[in-house]
């Protein structure tokens, strides 16, 4: 009974933040870290932190690989795949119906305005998570200097699984030198990117949808415009859809809550209808639980060891600079998009710093809600 109200609590803690979590990879890992440190004590921050650090460098979306990693600390195995699911059930049907009537009439109905002040009301909610993260990640003047430096890079546009990498395994040596260790450290083993080749496919069946899903799924890193370079490819270029409609599939993956990875629910329908949709979604979702699965009895011993403990404290920093990169990014996009000041985005912006850095006991699923609701309001205006 006991691991069975265990594994119901995972359920509706990742099927609530499925059903809330927008604004990206960033805002979900900071939503995430309310619900399963702050609030239900699951593990430490520390902890919290090592996970970022290592689902980093494996291929897939980062937030919904987190939802795994925090079900497995929280109820086991079993745990694993109930958070995963639980926080991609949402955003699966959601973008199910919506390709549903995407084919059926042609369009979609005008969701854009409700749509409009979420974004902004996430920045705070990030902001909140990278102070919090960032305080235990950053734990000396040398981590402080990797961190400093990787939002340089990330800025400028250096790929992020390289700077994650070369982070790691310059703080690991650094670390080890300073530390004299007489033991000889624990090899790394690089990784590697399958490049599986293109599908060659004369003939789009479901089985032909999961199969190249499942090859996006596992080679996967970045956002939301990586997977649009991907499908363009696969999909596009081989003439099974146009380029608008792979733009339209990508935009409701952006508005949708939860993992941006749904696209692939609503392109599978596009091409082979249901059953499309049931494919895309499995291929995609697949590797993810399959990686979490190897990945995550391999922390804690990276954690004792004191070699690999240099490394995951040095990709932690580097997380967090990303993270600060993508902040920055966001910050530009919605108060400034296209260089245009947006003074709406930078009321709502406010409010929900005051909300969550003076306020503070305001939880962020009501921020989120609030947001929306604020943004369609000044919307009309």
């Known amino acids: 009974m006991k691991g069975e109200s265990k594994l119901l609590e995972v359920a509706k803690v990742f099927f609530k933040l499925g059903c809330f979590a927008f604004g990206g990879p960033a805002a979900h890992i900071a939503m995430m870290e309310e619900e399963v440190v702050n609030k239900r004590k699951w593990m430490t921050r ?13 291929p897939g979306p980062n937030s919904t690989e987190m939802t795994m990693h925090c079900g497995h600390e929280r109820a086991g195995f079993q745990g694993l795949f109930i958070a995963g699911i639980s926080f991609i059930f949402p955003a699966v049907i959601t973008t199910g119906l919506l390709a549903f009537i995407y084919v059926e009439y042609g369009n979609l109905p005008n969701i854009k305005p409700f749509f409009y002040g979420i974004k902004p009301a996430v920045l705070a909610v990030i902001a909140s998570a990278i102070l919090k993260l960032g305080k235990k990640a950053i734990k000396g003047w040398e981590l402080a200097m990797f961190c400093a430096f990787v939002l340089v890079l990330s800025i400028i546009g250096i790929n992020e699984i390289l700077v994650l990498l070369g982070t790691g395994v310059l703080g690991a040596f650094y670390f080890y030198t ?50 649009f370079a991907y499908l363009k490819v696969e999909l596009v270029e081989t003439g099974f859809m146009s380029n608008q409609e792979l733009l339209d599939a990508i935009a409701i993956g952006q508005f949708t809550p939860g993992p941006v990875l749904s696209t692939a629910t609503f392109i599978g329908y596009q091409l082979t209808g249901l059953w499309g949709a049931v494919a895309a979604s499995v291929g995609i979702f697949l590797p993810s639980f399959l990686f979490v699965l190897i990945l995550n009895p391999l922390i804690p011993k990276m954690q004792k060891s ?4 240099g490394f995951l404290d040095s990709v932690n920093v580097a997380a967090v600079g990303i993270m600060i990169a993508v902040l920055i990014t966001m910050v530009k996009d919605t108060i400034f998009p296209a260089f245009i000041f947006d003074w709406r985005a930078l009321i709502i912006a406010i409010l929900s710093v005051l909300l969550v850095f003076v306020v503070k006991k305001v939880n962020v699923m009501w921020i989120i809600v609030g947001g929306a609701a604020l943004g369609y309001l000044l919307h009309l205006i």
């Open 46 to 58: 520390q902890h919290y932190l090592d996970l970022i650090g290592a689902t980093n460098l494996i």
């Open 178 to 227: 300073k530390n004299k260790i007489v033991d000889s450290p624990k090899s790394i083993a690089p990784l590697f990117l399958l490049n599986m080749g293109s599908a060659g496919l004369t003939k789009l069946t479901s089985l032909n949808v999961f199969l190249t899903f499942l090859k996006v799924g596992s080679i996967l890193y970045g956002s939301g415009y990586v997977l």
């Open 306 to 309: 004191t070699f690999l403990r």
